[in-house]
C-alpha cells in the first residue's frame, strides 16, 4: 500500500517568503509527527497531532513555524518569513496510534532550501 | 529530559567484516529505544525496536541490537556486512507511557562498507 508522502520534494525559496510543506499519512493512521533534520541539529521533534490536534508543539522552533492537520489525515507545516537557518529536510511520520510502541513510518522528507 | 549519544559518526568496515554501532542515552525514565536506517535521499526506515522481555531484540537485514540498562546502551550489531548496508543509522528514545510517542534521535553514524 501506499506510504507517507510529502510534497514538494524540494523547496527553494528566497530569504523573507513563507513556505507551505504538505504530508499525506498512511491511510488510517491517526497520529501524524513533523521532523527537521539538519547538518548542525541532527534529526529534532517538531510537533505531533492526535486527529486533529496538537498536543505537543514543544519542538517548534520559534512563532514562525506552524502546523495544521484536516480532517484527521493531510498536515501542513507552515514557515512565515523563511531565515537561512530554516535550511533543512523536514520529514513527516505517521502511525496507528500515539504512544512509543507504535511504529512511526517515515516520508521522504522535503528539502527546504533558504536563499 | 532525555537525550541519546551515538559514539561514532562515522564507521568504515570492510564486506563481510562485524560491524557494531554504539549508542547510550539518558533519561530519568523509562523508555522505548529504537534503531531507524536512512539510505541516501530516502526517508527512515524501523531496523528493530526494543520494548520490553528480551533485551536481544533481532531486526531486519540481519540486525540485532541488545539493550543494557545498567550501562543505559543498546549498540546494533551485524555479524558480516554487505555494500547495501551502507547508509546512516539512527539510534532514538521515546518515553515510555507518555502519551505522544515523539522520538529523540542521537546525531546518527554513517556506515561506509568498502569491497
Known amino acids: 500500500g501506499a506510504g507517507v508522502s510529502q510534497s514538494p520534494s524540494n523547496k527553494v525559496t528566497e530569504k523573507g517568503k513563507d513556505v507551505e510543506l504538505r504530508c499525506d499519512p498512511i491511510?488510517?493512521?491517526?497520529?501524524l509527527y513533523w521532523y527537521r533534520q539538519s547538518l548542525g541539529q541532527g534529526l529534532e521533534f517538531l510537533i505531533y497531532?492526535?486527529?486533529?490536534?496538537?498536543?505537543?508543539k514543544s519542538g517548534l522552533p520559534s512563532d514562525r513555524f506552524s502546523a495544521e492537520r484536516t480532517g484527521g489525515s493531510v498536515s501542513t507545516l507552515t514557515i512565515q518569513r523563511t531565515q537561512q537557518e530554516d535550511s533543512a529536510v523536514y520529514l513527516c511520520?505517521?502511525?496507528?496510534?500515539?504512544?512509543?510502541?507504535?511504529?512511526?513510518?517515515f516520508g521522504p522528507g522535503t528539502r527546504l532550501t533558504v536563499l | 529530559a532525555q537525550s541519546v549519544t551515538q559514539l561514532d559518526s562515522q564507521v568504515p568496515v570492510f564486506e563481510e567484516a562485524p560491524v557494531e554501532l554504539r549508542c547510550n542515552y539518558s533519561?530519568?525514565?523509562?523508555?522505548?529505544l529504537f534503531w531507524y536506517v536512512q539510505y541516501p535521499n530516502q526517508g527512515l526506515q524501523l531496523l528493530l525496536k526494543?520494548?520490553?522481555?528480551?533485551?536481544l531484540v533481532k531486526g531486519i537485514n540481519g540486525f540485532e541490537a541488545e539493550f543494557n540498562k545498567s550501562q543505559t546502551s543498546f549498540h546494533l550489531r551485524k555479524p558480516s556486512v554487505h555494500i547495501s548496508d551502507t547508509a546512516e543509522y539512527f539510534c532514538?528514545?521515546?518515553?515510555?507511557?507518555?502519551?505522544?510517542?515523539?522520538?529523540?534521535f542521537g546525531q546518527g553514524t554513517e556506515l561506509s562498507v568498502k569491497p
Open positions: 511520520a505517521s502511525s496507528l496510534g500515539l504512544g512509543g510502541h507504535n511504529e512511526q513510518f
Open positions: 491511510s488510517g493512521h491517526t497520529a
Open positions: 497531532f492526535q486527529g486533529n490536534s496538537a498536543p505537543d
Open positions: 533519561s530519568s525514565v523509562s523508555v522505548y
Open positions: 526494543y520494548l520490553s522481555g528480551s533485551t
Open positions: 532514538a528514545v521515546s518515553v515510555r507511557n507518555n502519551q505522544g510517542g515523539k522520538l529523540i
